[in-house]
């Protein structure tokens, strides 16, 4: 258990060296991760836990859906719901039956093993069916991609995860010798897929209803807590899908209990809580990636790694084109520079591989698909990884940090200036510094304020952009305070509880079209170089 612990420690001071590391190298931080991993796992300098299905399961993966789901704005999520479901299942399903009809030819006539059937290609391709856009999403947030293009993103990775391990287990009991016909395929689909729908919903509900009836942050923590893990376990439990679960039970505490049944100091620690824990497990989980790479497996078997990434990745290209065209006449259109980086960035990640691990040992073809699976990822996060950025530039779809860079830097002048102004004053009442000292500075923090004030006024004149956006944080800010005013006064029996639900209504129905509004205007910019159409 010591060593346990000295080894947990020692990963969490080397997520801390990467992570100072690629903000100055402007890396991913998932690139950096595993490239760590794979270097302690090389030198083996010391040996950590194996990334097995049953801790992935029980410890990382609820968290990190969890997390991803209760970020995850439903408003936004449901106003895509046409492309995103397009994308997670018939999508998944295709990108299977398609990368296992190019694989299995290929792999076939080049001899990489005797006897690969259509059914291996299936189980290869469904190892590999699920994103993991974790070093996308963070280049996305920084190099201030539209939104609309991000939730696309997530939303069809939190689906997608659930699809992928459903439609594995479905094709791994095909090929164990269990029924085969589409009919009962088709049922287990549904059956797994709604006990994870039932049970996550009645997890978020339960707990969005305790969290409506308590106002303590260490309380609400605790029952979101158990809202992730419940739900996963006992989806599972009931033979349905866990991953499912969890992400339903995310999004309605997110999105029902965040807003309706937080304060906004509750709702602050709550997603700090789970931001933190989101860092923590991908920390491990990718460092843990390089730790399970055995280089020179890797290196012999190069040739068919190679050919299966370049078959996932024109597997996903194909899936992803057809969905846009069938997209074209609706109101969810995409435009080809859009499903280009859907396409390159459909990164696979440690589901893949702790799912290729989980074969038995005496699986047909196992320790080739394992490497296999190995490899790809491992070349999907290095090579898609590093070069998504290059490729969001190139397409145009990088907003112009240079023209922003003043703007920001007006606002961080203002309330530098006036927070040192604040204390100035305090100073000043309390007698702590000579009257004629505080007046000098004061004079000339009230300088600097108005100077940065007028520079930020100039900019709202050349680019309107900024004052709307501006406008609407404060707008989207003062709304919570409304809203936390109102509980307040109903839990103090102030207002009647009547009054106070018709309230917040109106004020979440302001809120919900104040994003509605600005999620349009990130989708149709003025100088329409990222319009989805």
């Known amino acids: 258990m010591a060593d346990l612990g000295v080894v947990i420690l020692t990963l969490f001071a080397i997520a801390t060296v990467v992570a100072l590391l690629v903000r100055r190298l402007a890396l991913p931080y998932t690139v950096g991760l595993v490239v760590a991993g794979l270097a302690l796992g090389a030198t083996r300098a010391f040996h950590a836990p194996h990334l097995t299905k049953d801790l992935l399961f029980a410890v990382f993966l609820p968290g990190l859906l969890f997390e991803a789901a209760f970020h995850l704005d439903f408003t936004e999520f449901w106003r895509n719901r046409l492309a995103v479901f397009s994308l997670a299942i018939p999508g998944v399903i295709a990108s299977i039956a398609v990368t296992a009809a190019l694989l299995t030819p290929v792999a076939a006539t080049l001899h990489f093993v005797q006897e690969f059937h259509f059914i291996d290609g299936l189980i290869f391709a469904s190892l590999l069916a699920a994103t993991d856009p974790i070093a996308v999403v963070g280049l996305f947030k920084t190099l201030g ?96 899908s866990g991953v499912i679960s969890t992400v339903v039970a995310g999004m309605i505490c997110g999105n029902y209990a965040a807003k309706k049944g937080m304060s906004p100091t509750t709702r602050l620690s709550v997603e700090v ?137 007006g606002r961080g002048e203002l309330l530098a200036a006036r927070a040192a102004r604040r204390v100035l004053d305090r100073l000043g009442h309390e007698g702590a510094v000579p009257s004629d000292v505080v007046e000098t500075l004061r004079q000339q923090y009230d300088e600097r304020a108005h100077a940065a004030e007028q520079e930020i006024l100039r900019l709202y004149g050349e680019r309107s952009e900024f004052r709307d956006q501006a406008l609407e944080q404060i707008r989207q800010e003062l709304l919570l305070v409304e809203r936390d005013a109102v509980v307040r006064a109903a839990r103090g029996e102030i207002i009647t509880a009547t009054v106070a639900g018709e309230l917040t209504a109106e004020i979440d129905a302001r809120r919900t079209k104040q994003l509605r509004d600005s999620t349009s205007a990130d989708e149709h910019p003025s100088d329409g170089r990222d319009k989805p159409a």
Do not use: C
């Not at 942050?217 to 033979?239: K, N, P, Q």
């Open 145 to 240: 991609v539209p939104r609309r293009l991000r939730v696309l993103v997530e939303g069809e990775s939190l689906l997608n995860d659930g699809t992928a391990v459903v439609f594995f287990t479905l094709i791994l009991g095909v090929a164990s010798g269990h029924d085969a016909s589409v009919g009962s395929a088709g049922f287990s689909f549904l059956r797994v897929t709604g006990i994870g729908l039932l049970v996550g919903t009645l997890a978020g509900s339960a707990a969005s209803q305790v969290i409506k009836r308590v106002d303590e942050a260490m309380i609400e923590i605790t029952v979101t807590t158990l809202a992730a893990y419940g739900s996963f376990i006992g989806a599972e439990y009931l033979g349905g």
């Open 273 to 409: 809580f789970w931001e933190y824990v989101a860092f923590a497990f991908n920390s491990l989980v990718f460092l843990l990636i390089g730790f399970e790479v055995t280089i020179p497996a890797l290196i012999a078997a190069w040739r068919p790694i190679l050919l299966a990434f370049l078959v996932v990745t024109l597997g996903r290209a194909i899936v992803v084109a057809a969905v846009t065209l069938l997209l074209r006449r609706s109101r969810e259109r995409l435009s080809w520079s859009w499903a280009a980086v859907l396409s390159w960035g459909g990164l696979r990640g440690a589901l893949s591989m702790v799912l290729a691990l989980s074969l038995a040992h005496d699986f047909h073809h196992r320790q080739l698909l394992v490497t296999m699976t190995f490899g790809v990822v491992l070349l999907s996060i290095l090579v898609q990884g590093l070069t998504m950025a290059p490729v969001l530039r190139w397409l145009h779809l990088v907003s112009d940090s240079s023209a922003r860079r003043p703007y920001d830097r």
